[in-house]
């Protein structure tokens, strides 16, 4: 290039362009951002729920739950567990496994028992899960 000619000027076309992909690439940047500031970094919080209607059907009871992932992370292999005491004594266990539980997730399920649990007490807690 010689002193005398100069770089050629961009067109209107160009500087459209030009403007729409830097406000998008403006856009991901805060996206990422804001993402990034405000993930949880906290473990998976899990809580299990019994739900009330216990439905009896030839001569089994059917013990709807809920279980809920109010933390950070994902859980994977969840494990909820159920005891059923009657007169004080476990009578029926049960055991259910939700292979995955994102944070904000929640899953149903039910634990079937042949005796009513109307008449002990019935305990529902996670027992364990792992992380992704």
């Not at 279980?67 to 476990?90: F, H, P, R, Y």
């Not at 649990?117 to 364990?128: I, K, Y």
């Amino acid at each position: 290039m010689t002193q005398t000619e100069q770089p050629p000027k961009r067109s209107i076309a160009e500087w459209i362009t030009f403007s729409v992909a830097s406000f998008i690439l403006a856009i991901i940047v805060s996206l990422v951002g804001y993402t990034w500031l405000n993930e949880k970094n906290q473990p998976p919080i899990l809580s299990v729920t019994k739900k009330e209607t216990i439905r009896e059907i030839d001569g089994q009871f059917y013990v709807p739950f809920e279980v809920v992932n109010s933390g950070g992370d994902t859980a994977e292999s969840v494990q909820i567990m159920a005891e059923l005491m009657i007169d004080g004594k476990v009578t029926e266990t049960g055991e259910q496994q939700i292979d995955f539980l994102s944070s904000g997730e929640s899953e149903e399920g039910a634990f079937i028992f042949t005796q009513n649990p109307r008449q002990g007490q019935l305990n529902l807690r996670v027992g364990s899960y792992k992380l992704p």
